[in-house]
């Protein structure tokens, strides 16, 4: 599958953006996503998962309550609706898809677990 992220930019803090990931190739309903995130100089980090009927979803605990995944399986995309930004959000952020189901918080956080990337949208917010 091939994933394709867009919606990034430059917002001020506590403003919002909504990311979206299209997918192309295989059947999309068949894959877990998650989006990751990359501040300059630091690991990649987990942000977001949802299952493949959207009945699981996990998050980080930095943007619980504050960022919403969701799926529409017709249309092949999965968005990242993110409010109340803060500057520490700035990051690449890129969406990620996994043939196995999500069955744990461990596994579905760890990056080694997925099988295809996007090549990431730029986030900046400033303070």
């Known amino acids: 599958v091939q994933l394709q992220a867009s919606g990034g930019g430059l917002v001020q803090a506590g403003g919002s953006l909504r990311l979206s990931c299209a997918a192309s190739?295989?059947?999309?309903?068949?894959?877990?996503m998650a989006w990751f995130r990359q501040a300059p100089g630091k690991e990649r980090e987990f942000v977001a998962a949802?299952?493949?009927?959207?009945?699981?979803?996990y998050y980080v605990d930095s943007v619980k309550g504050r960022f919403t995944i969701s799926r529409d399986n017709a249309k092949n995309t999965v968005y990242l609706q993110m409010n109340s930004l803060k500057p520490e959000d700035t990051a690449l952020y890129y969406c990620?898809?996994?043939?196995?189901?999500?069955?744990?918080?461990?596994?579905?956080?760890?990056?080694?677990?997925?099988?295809?990337w996007g090549q990431g949208t730029l986030v900046t917010v400033s303070s």
């Open positions: 990620a898809a996994r043939l196995p189901p999500l069955t744990n918080y461990y596994s579905t956080q760890s990056d080694g677990r997925y099988d295809y």
């Open positions: 949802i299952s493949r009927n959207s009945g699981v979803i």
């Open positions: 190739g295989r059947t999309f309903s068949a894959y877990a």
